[in-house]
């Protein structure tokens, strides 16, 4: 028999190839996206000890050669223990999202605008040019020409859309979170309770956040959530200079959703209330605790129920616990936000989310409701929507790395002492570098 590939096999590795020739800021498959709540969380070295740049790295001779490739030695095993091993595509300094940073935003970008040229920035060892040299070997390719701008693989948009695809896909997941959840509470108050009931909420917010995640997951991670946007960065090493921009991409997808859904149900609004009444239809677009129940239990209701959410999130992003399969994180997150707000959604109408209640109350605002929904329960969004979430998260995260987590990366597992002396080693070259020292 012949063992030579099938005519059709051949065909779509070849579109495959020439696919991925035009359009080089593609991701290929399996690659690691960092951190995002659709998968478990990257182990990210951090508070380490500054690299020598100058250590010399032997290259193993070529096979081909007959020469063996030494044993390592012990010491440099030792080495290679002390220090935590990232995943697979992720530096010590950043995760593998920050890889693309470099390789996508930085280099290819500013190289196509500014000349024209679509240059290839890597080559696989396995793959062979049309004549059938190896592609890893460092020749001329046709395709470092100036390009014309009609020859350009992507327009003006696509290369924005690149430098700016995190906000956009975290502004999107928050849209499309909102849009679902206040829709179908506006679906079940204006009908009366004949187009749903109150259960039927629960499960609006909870598929929500699930369909969410599978949008915004492999692009900026999904976490739709300011609280735990800042519980990640502090115990689990996410870039802390990107918590201003999602937090401003999830209130105003928010926004933009709850709006969305306002202007929809905005006929049957004005039909059941003759007017937009914060009392009525105002309580299924934020939250609002309700009027007899006391300050602290509206607080610690928020406050635990967050905290069980940040603590669960954790733990299904947690590669050394018994994470979902693959696939499956978010529906499994969007069944634990259904079952929060189920079991504790009636005090505050299960908020456990900072963006979830000030979008919509700003798309309240912005669609004709009252200003005094943000002073009602003594600036409840301050206070029950803000304050409250953001202290239980962090309370969750700690609790479950003081019962279970074992990685460096958490502050929990850190050695105070090394982390005082790694940031005065930090500061010096910081200083030395700038030119104070």
Known sequence: ???????????????????????????????????????????KVRWQKPQNSDRKVEVAEDEEKGEAEPAPQVSAANEQGDQQTPHSGEDSEETAVDEDDCKFAEEDVESQSSSGRSTPKKRRLDAFAPNHTPAGAVVERSDTKELPPSERPFNEWARLRIKFHRPLAEFLGALI????????????????????????????????????????????????????TVMLSLFRGFPARRVPTYILA?????????????????????????????????????????PWVSAATTFFTEFLGTAVLGCCIL??????????????????????????????????????????????????????????????????????????????????????????????????????????????KGLRAWLRQAGYL
């Open 1 to 43: 028999m012949s063992n030579a590939t099938p005519q059709p096999t051949r065909q779509i590795a070849r579109q495959s190839t020439r696919y991925k020739q035009q359009n080089p800021w593609t991701q290929e498959e399996g690659q690691n996206s960092g951190f995002s709540l659709a998968g478990t969380f990257p182990h």
């Open 177 to 228: 979170f909102a849009f679902i959840g206040c829709g179908g509470d506006l679906a079940v108050v204006t009908s009366q309770q004949n187009a749903g009931t109150l259960y039927s909420t629960y499960w609006n917010w909870g598929f929500g956040i699930m369909f969410a995640i599978y949008v915004a997951g492999g692009g900026s991670g999904g976490f739709i959530n300011p609280a735990l």
């Open 250 to 290: 999830q209130v105003t997808g928010c926004f933009v959703g709850a709006l969305l859904a306002v202007g929809i149900y905005l006929d049957h609004i004005y039909h059941l209330d003759g007017g937009l009444i914060p009392d009525s239809t105002g309580l299924y677009l934020y939250t609002q605790p309700k």
């Open 315 to 424: 733990a299904l992003g947690d590669s050394g616990n018994s994470p979902p399969g693959a696939g499956m994180h978010a529906f499994v997150i969007g069944l634990l936000v259904q079952v929060l707000v189920m079991s504790f959604g009636y005090t505050t109408h299960g908020c456990f989310n900072p963006a979830r209640d000030l979008g919509p109350r700003l798309a309240a605002m912005a669609a004709g409701y009252p200003t005094s929904l943000f002073t009602a329960s003594n600036n409840y969004w301050i206070w029950g929507a803000w304050a409250a979430p953001m202290c239980g998260a962090l309370a969750g995260a700690l609790m479950y790395d003081l019962c279970i987590f074992r990685g460096g990366e958490s502050p929990v597992n850190f050695s105070y002492t090394r982390y005082k002396l790694e940031g005065r």
